[in-house]
């Protein structure tokens, strides 16, 4: 399943901490119009290089699907940043 939701975290250097929830399905949803749109070129550009446009679909879905419960965090000396995909 692709990540649903991005919980976001920041620390200012005068150590105030709010945090953030992201919705991505929204994004997802923003987002199918155009993959559908480009989605026959895929399929062209893969047939042309002699690639299984299906197996690189499928590739790129389960790298979509493999972000979920990533953890990236970023800090310096005055802020940090914290990043959870749900």
């Known amino acids: 399943m692709i990540p649903l939701f991005v919980v976001m975290k920041f620390r200012t250097r005068r150590q105030r ?8 399905f929204l994004v997802w949803l923003l987002l ?3 993959v ?4 026959p070129f895929f399929v062209i550009g893969g047939l042309i290089v ?3 446009p299906w197996r690189m679909l499928a590739t790129c879905w389960q790298v979509m699907a493999g972000l979920k419960g990533t953890h990236i965090e970023i800090e310096n000396k005055k ?6 995909l749900v």
């Open 17 to 24: 901490q709010f945090g953030l929830w992201l919705p991505l």
């Open 32 to 34: 199918l119009p155009l």
């Open 36 to 39: 559908l749109i480009l989605l």
């Open 50 to 52: 002699k690639m299984n």
């Open 79 to 84: 802020h940090a940043l914290w990043l959870h």
